[in-house]
């Protein structure tokens, strides 16, 4: 499996911008989509936003126009350009690695989100 690690949550005002990276181990990152999924308290976990090996990308309709995400093939790292964060957006953010054949289904540990002022 591959192993994830996040990093970039933090506090920040209503307004303001966060940029999440998640660095992933091995070297099959090239074939693998990336994505990012959110969890509030006392939500479910909902998918934010993923990118496909071959670029295709898909955004939860709530964070369209705000966010953006983006891959390095080279780093094996997949990152969340996060702008406009509003209230709403505070969640623990996941990153998640997967791919059909051969299995491929890891997290990484999260990282906190919070959007106050």
């Known amino acids: 499996q591959v192993q994830l690690v996040e990093s970039g949550g933090g506090l920040v005002q209503p307004g303001g911008s966060l940029r999440l990276s998640c660095a992933a181990s091995?070297?099959?990152?090239?074939?693998?989509?990336m994505a990012w999924h959110r969890q509030a308290p006392g939500k479910q976990r909902d998918l934010v936003a993923s990118?496909?090996?071959?670029?295709?990308?898909t955004y939860a309709d709530a964070v369209k126009g705000r966010f953006t995400i983006s891959r390095d093939n080279a780093e094996n790292t997949v990152y969340l350009q996060m702008n406009s964060l509003k209230p709403e957006d505070t969640a623990v953010y996941y990153c998640k690695a997967t791919r059909r054949y051969p299995w491929v289904n890891s997290w990484g540990q999260g990282t906190q989100v919070t959007v106050s002022s």
């Open positions: 091995g070297s099959i990152f090239s074939t693998i989509t």
């Open positions: 990118v496909t090996s071959g670029g295709s990308i």
